[in-house]
């Protein structure tokens, strides 16, 4: 079947592929430091074999690769660094020490991080300002049973270190939002992770799954993109780069997926792109049930040096063209 589209298919599998895909994808409690024989991939071996890691945590945002660029635009002497310590939720008035105050309620440059293990349900989306950075690292911070995470016209955020499953739909209704302005929200589907024309954004080391839509939305013209160093499982719709077929503004999408972890029991959209440009490379595919990679309305994706372990069924398609799809008999998954 020809594709309407680019697809580049190298695959170049070292001597130290595998290992890069198997070291662990989130960085939770204890030093974070790997065993001396594991060969980290570019990311970890940036910050994971300094033993001081937890003195210099803004040296992460020198670590990012692709299409994101350093994210230095988080670092610096200005940086507010802040700790969160409440694992309680308001969506309009959150306390100091929540994790909504920290991405919403403090302006200019913050890090965030976490002084406990900690379990936490959103009652309404988190809206995520400019210049922020949620660094789960050290602790193990889950994003679960409510709300989950909406990047909104901002730029420059760093999503590191944290698991966000069984995210749930919202009702509409007013939540704070970045520079603690009220934002009224319309109904929100229940995806993990949401950006809407968002830009230079890193979400790297993060496990997600179990979520009631996508694990991963990138849409409404958000570009300058990385997912990294994350673990998807248990899952049908994962990741959809683009964010309709009308919406042509997705044809500047630039999005990176590198080193992560798709699988076991994820069905399809690993990713899905319309329109815009994806480089897929290094990433490990652990069966699939429709397409590992699919793509509609003249994508552009580079699939370079991945690994399929294709599923014991009958179906093993990789690669999925839906530009059929725009015909009035079919529909796109």
């Given at each position: 079947?020809?594709?309407?589209?680019?697809?580049?298919?190298?695959?170049?599998?070292?001597?130290?592929?595998?290992?890069?895909?198997?070291?662990?994808?989130?960085?939770h409690?204890g030093?974070?430091?790997?065993?001396?024989?594991?060969?980290?991939n570019?990311?970890?071996?940036?910050?994971?074999?300094?033993?001081?890691?937890?003195?210099?945590?803004?040296?992460?945002?020198?670590?990012?690769v692709?299409?994101?660029?350093?994210?230095?635009?988080?670092?610096?002497?200005?940086?507010?660094?802040?700790?969160?310590?409440?694992?309680s939720?308001?969506?309009?008035?959150?306390?100091?020490?929540?994790?909504?105050?920290?991405?919403?309620?403090?302006?200019?440059?913050?890090?965030?991080?976490?002084?406990?293990?900690?379990?936490?349900?959103?009652?309404?989306?988190?809206?995520?300002?400019?210049?922020?950075?949620?660094?789960?690292?050290?602790?193990?911070v889950?994003?679960?049973?409510?709300?989950?995470?909406?990047?909104?016209?901002?730029?420059?955020?760093?999503?590191?270190?944290?698991?966000?499953?069984?995210?749930?739909?919202?009702?509409?209704?007013?939540?704070?939002?970045?520079?603690?302005?009220?934002?009224?929200?319309?109904?929100?589907?229940?995806d993990?992770?949401?950006?809407?024309?968002s830009?230079?954004?890193?979400?790297?080391?993060?496990?997600?799954?179990?979520?009631?839509?996508?694990?991963?939305?990138?849409?409404?013209?958000s570009?300058?993109v990385?997912?990294?160093?994350?673990?998807?499982r248990?899952?049908?719709?994962?990741m959809?780069?683009?964010h309709?077929?009308?919406?042509?503004?997705?044809?500047?999408?630039?999005?990176?997926?590198?080193?992560?972890?798709?699988?076991?029991?994820?069905?399809?959209?690993?990713?899905?792109?319309?329109?815009?440009?994806?480089h897929?490379?290094?990433?490990?595919?652990?069966?699939?049930?429709?397409?590992a990679?699919?793509?509609?309305?003249?994508?552009?994706?580079?699939?370079?040096?991945?690994?399929?372990?294709?599923?014991?069924?009958?179906?093993?398609?990789?690669?999925?063209?839906?530009?059929?799809?725009?015909?009035?008999?079919?529909?796109?998954?």
């Amino acid at each position: 079947m020809a594709f309407h589209g680019c697809f580049f298919f190298f695959f170049f599998f070292f001597p130290f592929f595998l290992i890069i895909l198997f070291i662990p994808c989130n960085a939770h409690g204890g030093t974070n430091q790997p065993p001396p024989a594991i060969k980290l991939n570019v990311i970890d071996r940036c910050w994971r074999r300094s033993p001081n890691w937890q003195r210099h945590r803004q040296q992460l945002g020198a670590c990012s690769v692709g299409f994101s660029g350093k994210m230095t635009n988080n670092v610096g002497a200005d940086v507010v660094k802040y700790k969160v310590t409440d694992d309680s939720d308001h969506p309009l008035e959150p306390k100091p020490g929540t994790l909504r105050f920290g991405a919403t309620a403090i302006k200019g440059k913050v890090w965030i991080t976490f002084k406990k293990d900690m379990r936490i349900k959103l009652k309404k989306p988190l809206l995520i300002s400019s210049f922020t950075t949620i660094d789960g690292r050290g602790a193990s911070v889950h994003i679960a049973g409510g709300g989950c995470l909406l990047l909104h016209q901002v730029s420059d955020v760093i999503i590191h270190g944290i698991r966000i499953h069984h995210c749930q739909p919202q009702m509409s209704g007013k939540v704070l939002g970045p520079d603690s302005k009220v934002a009224e929200l319309g109904d929100v589907d229940g995806d993990a992770i949401r950006l809407v024309a968002s830009s230079r954004v890193w979400i790297d080391h993060n496990t997600l799954y179990e979520c009631h839509d996508g694990l991963l939305d990138v849409t409404r013209g958000s570009t300058d993109v990385t997912v990294s160093n994350n673990w998807f499982r248990n899952h049908d719709k994962v990741m959809l780069l683009g964010h309709d077929d009308e919406f042509v503004e997705d044809k500047k999408m630039r999005v990176t997926v590198a080193f992560n972890h798709f699988g076991p029991n994820c069905y399809q959209r690993m990713p899905r792109v319309r329109h815009g440009y994806a480089h897929v490379v290094n990433n490990l595919y652990q069966g699939w049930e429709q397409y590992a990679i699919g793509g509609s309305m003249n994508p552009s994706v580079m699939s370079e040096a991945n690994l399929f372990i294709a599923p014991e069924s009958e179906n093993k398609e990789v690669i999925a063209n839906n530009n059929c799809c725009r015909d009035k008999l079919h529909k796109c998954p």
